[in-house]
């Protein structure tokens, strides 16, 4: 009996460990099309070349103009900052010369102050969390920092290629095993990144990013115009007039001292 009991049990477990074992494959590795492995690493290479553009640049102050438009409203604001990498933030919003909401990450969490009293202080838990609700796009910290140091906002990644189509004009794809998402980085006629748009389940886009214009602050080139947008029509057009790439700030900068301040 016990050598029958075996014999009957065996069978089933193989098939069991074989659907846990396409589980963890189908898991940790992204579904993408056939491609070819020579032009796999040639846009792994593009893609961290993307990434590390201006990375020389750790901190950054300047001044600029901001428009949140969604459904129902469309507001405009000044704004000045401060920020050094990879987590340390202070952003002003301003009307008519005036302070109107303040933006404070120490590097442990984030600050939102209201100087028109429309809000208590509120402080987040995490110390790169979701602007959604403060500039109602999904947009995280990590990515606003990026934008303001010049850099392009990517996301890690563990697998590149490009696009079936046209490799000289065809977008770069980046995945990130355990990830349902995907990166999408479309290049203009020079190399320059034109357009990164952030894609969920079955390629759904989330949100973009348009490059409309850069400028050139000594060696670097930095996105300078750019246009953010989901598939909800929501937007931010981010114009930096005054840039200043590496500049002295205290970490005094990037604390609250007295509350509200």
Known sequence: MR?????ICFPLILPGLALIFLAIVSGCTPL?????PALDKKARHLAHEISSLNQDITSSKGTGWVTLETDTRKDKFKIAWAATA??????TFLVSGHPFETL?????????ISHTGEHKPHTTLSNDPDLEKFIH????????????????????????WFEPGDGSSSPLILAQNWQSTFQQIHLDKVGQVQQLVF?????????????????SHGKSRIPATILIQDARG??????????IPNPPIKESVFRLTEPGS
């Open 3 to 7: 050598n029958k009991i075996r014999r």
């Open 32 to 36: 993408r099309p056939k491609t070819d």
């Open 86 to 91: 990879p987590n340390l933030l202070r952003l």
């Open 104 to 112: 404070v990450a120490t590097g442990k969490n984030v600050t939102f």
């Open 137 to 160: 796009l999904p947009v995280k910290l990590s990515g606003m920092i990026a934008i303001l140091l010049g850099h392009i906002p990517l996301q890690k990644f563990d697998h590149a």
């Open 199 to 215: 894609l969920g389940k079955e390629n759904i886009p989330l949100y973009d990013i348009t490059y409309l214009d850069y400028q």
């Open 234 to 243: 929501r937007k931010i057009h981010l114009s930096l007039t005054r840039f």
